[in-house]
């Protein structure tokens, strides 16, 4: 091995060189957005950063516009060019293998078209190796919006072997990522499994209970089914205070300001990161308390809900979420029936909106709610603050498990690329 100059390649076997990508490979920025026709031009499908995934494009989504004789020439994107985003996830790149038959890129892809016998999918585990080491988010301006342009992609810095070594560690690195992608598909399916297992308990428990042969009743509502006897239901205007959260001004900074709040927000519903914020209408009606259900209400999240438990006490965000302060149900059971399916069906039929999800607090008190006897509620949110524990546990153990796979993978590539792991014998026995 010898040094090789460059900080993220570290060593390279003697015999390999490291080249700028300018020298091995012809770079091009794409067109900028022309929504209209100026005459002459045709209407053609085109990529932007959005449709660029690691390895493989995204094309459920393929805009178009107008390009001249000569942006069509200029602009095409030809068989194992690399598309790699000049903004946004910066470095982010796949290889095109013709998914469209005529395709072109917008300004926002830089076209490395990587020159003739050398291994254009080498090269695309390089830009993996180096993103991976955070060295594209080193060399671009941060200042506002990050951008590889296209003189800061030219000066990059790859490990360049023979052309038939590069074609060898591609093949091995083709064979060995793809076994560690299928671990981590199947782990992937399991945690699925796990969730639905999850909500079939959640779904039972909070409908048919936990007692083996009770007798059942019908409900009188039809996604909910039958009951067991002794089991009613109600509104749950009946059974909660629901209110909106109070307007706040967030501030980045606080030093020992008397007048800022721990706000909760959406996104904290599914990691909980309360920021601190300023009082603009700051009334106990909206402070939460241990016990208390926050509904996101608006958009994409709306429906989700978090359990306010003692870590989690402080002021709820308006606009953004519905608070319910329980009175007539165990706390912790209505919980769970906000997440079982009976619920969902509800929401779906109450949400309001046309641009997005809208939940209201008229709707909300109108969820049908099926209340079982009150020492009953306590032996089933007992039984399913266990069995829902035993899964989660599981499901972090295979996220984890998926997590040190990813590193793997990272690792792996790198120590190849980089010549590191001579891969000749064991793809020859491959």
């Known amino acids: 091995m010898k040094p090789s100059g460059v900080e993220w390649v570290g060593e390279v076997p003697e015999g390999w060189e490291v080249k700028k990508l300018k020298y091995f490979a012809e770079i091009k920025l794409g067109k900028m957005l022309t929504p209209d026709d100026k005459g002459d031009y045709s209407l053609k499908p085109y990529l ?12 459920n989504d393929v805009k178009e516009m107008w390009f001249s004789e000569k942006e ?8 194992n060019d690399l598309l790699v985003s000049e903004g946004g996830e910066v470095g982010r790149t796949c290889i095109w293998n013709d998914e469209i038959r005529e395709v072109y890129i917008q300004n926002s892809v830089n076209k490395v078209t990587i020159q003739e016998g050398d291994s254009a999918k080498f090269f695309l585990y390089c830009f993996t190796s180096s993103a991976g080491r955070g060295y594209f988010d080193a060399i671009v301006n941060r200042v506002s919006i990050a951008h590889l342009t296209k003189e800061k992609l030219k000066e990059v810095e790859f490990p360049y072997p023979h052309s038939t070594e590069q074609t060898t560690i591609a093949a091995y690195l083709d064979r060995k990522t793809a076994q560690i992608d299928q671990s981590i598909i199947e782990k992937q399916g399991l945690i699925e499994l796990f969730r639905e ?3 079939a308990i959640i779904n039972h428990a909070v409908t048919k209970g936990i007692r083996p042969g009770v007798k059942m009743k019908d409900s009188g509502v039809e996604w909910i089914g039958e ?5 009613v239901v109600k509104k749950n205007g009946y059974l909660c205070e629901i209110k909106r959260g109070s307007g706040y001004q967030y501030i980045t900074e606080v030093f020992d300001n008397e007048n800022c709040e721990a706000v909760i927000r959406i996104s904290d519903f599914n990691n909980f990161n309360p920021i601190l914020a300023t009082k603009i209408d700051a009334f ?4 939460v308390f241990k016990n208390d259900i926050l509904i996101a209400g608006t958009g994409a999240s709306a429906g989700i809900t978090l359990f306010v438990n003692d870590e989690m ?7 953004n979420a519905l608070r319910l302060k329980v009175f007539g149900i165990n706390p912790k059971l209505l919980f769970y029936e906000f997440n079982s399916h009976f619920i969902f069906e509800q929401m779906n039929l109450s949400f309001t909106g046309s641009a997005q999800h809208f939940l209201d607090v008229e709707g909300i008190a109108n969820f049908q709610i099926s209340v079982p006897p009150m020492d009953e509620q306590v032996k089933i949110v007992a039984y399913l603050d266990q069995k829902t524990a035993q899964i989660d546990t599981a499901i972090l153990g295979i996220q984890q498990e998926i997590a040190l796979l ?3 993978r990272q ?5 190849a690329v980089t010549g590191k792991v001579d891969v000749r014998g064991e793809e020859k026995a491959a």
């Not at 069509?72 to 068989?79: A, D, I, N, T």
């Not at 006490?313 to 606009?319: A, K, L, P, Q």
């Open 284 to 287: 106990d009606k909206y402070r």
């Open 48 to 59: 932007r950063a959005q449709n660029l995934q690691w390895f493989k494009p995204d094309l």
């Open 406 to 408: 990813q590193e793997y």
């Open 227 to 231: 009951v067991p006897e002794g089991w």
């Open 72 to 79: 069509l020439e200029m602009y095409r994107v030809e068989k």
């Open 197 to 199: 297992e999850r909500q």
């Open 411 to 415: 690792a792996l590539t790198s120590e």
């Open 313 to 319: 006490e402080g002021m709820v965000h308006s606009y």
